[in-house]
């Protein structure tokens, strides 16, 4: 089971900590769209740094294959060892610190080990934040569930995770978005389920309504590409609305406008059983053929 700990800026001062710490090894990655200087921070960890160095590519080549490019130009992961741990300990996404468009704090345990790391989704949810402009916290959602729902689909896409363990993980974690009792919808209602998955649920939902309604030509791969080819990364802060709008006019529809104004600020309720039903999903990410939707559901996981 998945647990989202991942924090980007929200909440979090930007104090004297990771810029301040000693960097005892840096080396600058050049990508399709970009570089990423990857730093280590003073510390013991029991892997490799070239291991570890390798993870942020890997996780870099699932947002690229994703996206068609690395969303900014400039980026910087910080690495700090976190003694006596293991695994990803705390990832932190932030805009255009001092001179990187995309800046990623890693806090990454002492004895993590290789498998972890191709065990691990974090490194490739946090350079997923770097793909959309940085927006305000009533929309914190919006930001989450991008990085909670493309994270999965990247790496399938770049063949390090399968489509089985993607559904698995959606039919789990989807049910935390729904709307409980009393909610006002994503914009007004704060808690993890919401935000998260919520947010998850929302680029799901929007994905499948896009398909449908371009004949499975478009997706929502290609309103959030052609955001990034607009320049929408994080280190922009528009509108949502100015986000969703380029995201619209690349599919040639007005899903994403539409559904935030709805999603925004009403609880909007799924059948998610009709759904998995018509995706032709079952219980444990297996797919059966022949599903109403199974075309939608094969565009979702190749980006077609
Ligand atoms: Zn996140």
């Known amino acids: 089971m998945v647990v989202l700990v991942c924090s ?15 960097v005892v090894s840096s080396q600058t990655l050049t990508v399709k769209g970009g570089t990423i200087q990857v730093d280590f921070v003073q510390g013991s ?3 490799d740094p070239d291991r570890v160095v390798r993870w942020v590519l890997d996780a870099a080549s699932a947002v690229i294959r994703y ?10 992961v910080l690495i700090v060892p976190v003694p006596d741990r293991h695994g990803v300990v705390q990832g932190t996404t932030w805009g255009n610190i001092r001179g990187f468009q995309g800046f ?26 770097m793909a959309f402009p940085d927006l ?5 959602w919006m930001e989450e569930g991008l990085a909670t729902y493309v994270e999965p689909i990247a790496r399938v896409q770049a063949g390090q995770l399968d489509e089985k363990t993607v559904w698995d993980e959606m039919m789990d974690g989807m049910p935390k978005g729904e709307p409980g009792l009393g909610d006002e919808g994503l914009d007004r ?52 609305e100015q986000a969703l709008a380029i995201g619209d006019r690349a599919t040639g529809t ?27 999903v079952k219980a444990g990410g297996e797919v059966v053929a ?15």
């Not at 980007?8 to 000693?22: C, D, I, T, V």
Request: aromatic share 8%.
């Open 189 to 240: 209602t704060h808690t993890w389920g919401r935000t998260y998955w919520g947010g998850g649920l929302f680029c799901l939902m929007a994905d499948v309504e896009i398909r449908k309604q371009t004949k499975n030509r478009k997706g929502l791969q290609d309103a959030l590409r052609a955001i990034v080819e607009a320049g929408g990364g994080i280190d922009k802060d528009w509108p949502l």
């Open 254 to 280: 007005h899903v994403l406008s539409e559904m935030n104004e709805k999603w925004g600020s009403s609880a909007v309720e799924v059948d998610l059983p009709g759904l998995w039903r018509e995706l032709g």
């Open 290 to 304: 022949g599903a109403r939707l199974e075309a939608v559901r094969q565009g979702i996981i190749a980006g077609r």
């Open 8 to 22: 980007s800026a929200r909440g979090l001062q930007w104090g004297g900590g990771p810029g301040g710490q000693p």
């Open 67 to 76: 996206y068609g490019r690395f969303p900014v130009s400039r980026a910087r």
């Open 45 to 47: 960890l029991d892997l």
């Open 104 to 129: 990623t704090r890693m806090r990454l345990g002492q004895h993590t080990t290789g498998k972890e790391l191709i065990d691990d989704w974090e490194m490739t949810h946090e350079l997923t934040h």
């Open 136 to 140: 305000p916290d009533e929309e914190h």
